[in-house]
């Protein structure tokens, strides 16, 4: 019975609750994570991270405690009280590991839930979009000072465009000739946006652009919000890593400013929304303007249109290779997709003119 078993579970961590009841937390698509109800608050989510697409649990879970750790050092100012609905905080087995690993070779950790909070899994106003932007800055700018060669790189290659072109060539050379002629629109805009998108992973390369502390998931939904839509923190530190700014805020702004669903194949509904991006933008200098080089600031507009470009590719890419990454719910699902990227990116381009 699941209510035992998280029950049990539940019970290798050193946090001095007791066990009351349970609630499945759908929000994610790769671990399973589940509010755990004590008899008397704080309450709890714990978490199974899936090790089959995480090959380094142990690190994973060490990059977010010593995240977590650093930004609490960095907020030690704040109330006790505030310091709990702004840090996530992860607790130890009762054995003093950092993860509880279970018969089955799953790895769980644990940490507090942050009562009266709420997520959004779209923006809907310039309001969550600023305080979305406002969140991003704030964490970026807590973790300037950490030093990010410390961290596991829990996805090799994440935003890596030449590993990237490298899948897509494979995919293009192995592709049936039917999907080949259906993307031929598709496979001729990637060719001919190459040098263009290599320019943040060259300047990355170079040094010119410094390494940071990056949480490469900064979707709306990974932004958690009280119920005034004040930003409250970053949540899912699952693929906290070694990255350039320019993911991030691009991530982002591809997740926010798309009018329309990611796989919509009318390809008229999809647009760039500028208010959202300048709302976003705006909160985002708020917080991080001083921590950014004059060569950062000059490239945030193409780290949106990077990141729109690699989701488009890696769509394109699955759709060359028979759809074996994404799921898919029809036999164009991944070359709509990547149309729908490569759309919304065209639309950027004339509505920023970069």
């Not at 080949?180 to 943040?200: D, F, P, R, T």
Request: glycine share 6%; net charge neutral.
């Amino acid at each position: 019975m699941i209510s035992e078993k998280l029950k049990y579970i539940f019970g290798q961590f050193e946090h001095g609750a007791e066990f009351d009841s349970y609630k499945e937390l759908a929000s994610g698509h790769i671990n399973d994570t589940y509010l755990i109800k004590a008899k008397e608050k704080p309450h709890f989510v714990l978490q199974r991270i899936n090790h089959g697409v995480f090959k380094d649990v142990p690190g994973l879970i060490e990059n977010k405690m010593l995240i977590s750790n650093h930004i609490k050092d960095k907020l030690g100012h704040l109330s006790p009280k505030k310091q709990k609905r702004r840090i996530l905080r992860f607790y130890m087995t009762k054995s003093g590991d950092s993860y509880y690993r279970g018969d089955e070779g799953n790895y769980w950790n644990l940490m507090h839930f942050i009562d009266k909070s709420v997520t959004h899994l779209s923006v809907t106003s310039e309001t969550i979009a600023h305080e979305g932007g406002r969140l991003l800055g704030q964490f970026l700018t807590l973790t300037n000072d950490f030093d990010a060669s410390k961290l596991t790189e829990v996805i090799p290659k994440f935003h890596d465009m030449s590993f990237r072109y490298w899948e897509f060539e494979e995919a293009k050379r192995k592709a049936s000739q039917e999907r080949l002629e259906k993307a031929k629109a598709q496979i001729e805009l990637v060719g001919n946006a190459k040098e263009e998108m290599h320019i943040l992973q060259h300047l990355k390369e170079s040094g010119d652009i410094k390494l940071r502390v990056t949480h490469n998931d900064t979707k709306i939904s990974n932004v958690l919000f009280n119920k005034r839509d004040k930003g409250l923190c970053l949540i899912d530190l699952d693929t906290v890593m070694p990255g350039i700014v320019h993911y991030d805020f691009g991530d982002a702004i591809r997740t926010i400013c798309n009018t329309a669903a990611e796989d919509e194949a009318n390809l008229d509904l999809v647009e760039f929304n500028v208010d959202y991006y300048n709302a976003y933008t705006k909160g985002f200098l708020k917080e991080m303007g001083d921590s950014l080089t004059p060569i950062e600031l000059k490239y945030l507009p193409l780290g949106a249109k990077t990141m729109i470009f690699i989701i488009g590719l890696r769509f394109l890419t699955d759709y060359l290779n028979g759809d074996i990454y994404f799921k898919t719910k029809y036999d164009d699902h991944n070359l709509d997709r990547a149309k729908n990227q490569f759309k919304l990116l065209q639309s950027l381009s004339e509505k920023l003119s970069v």
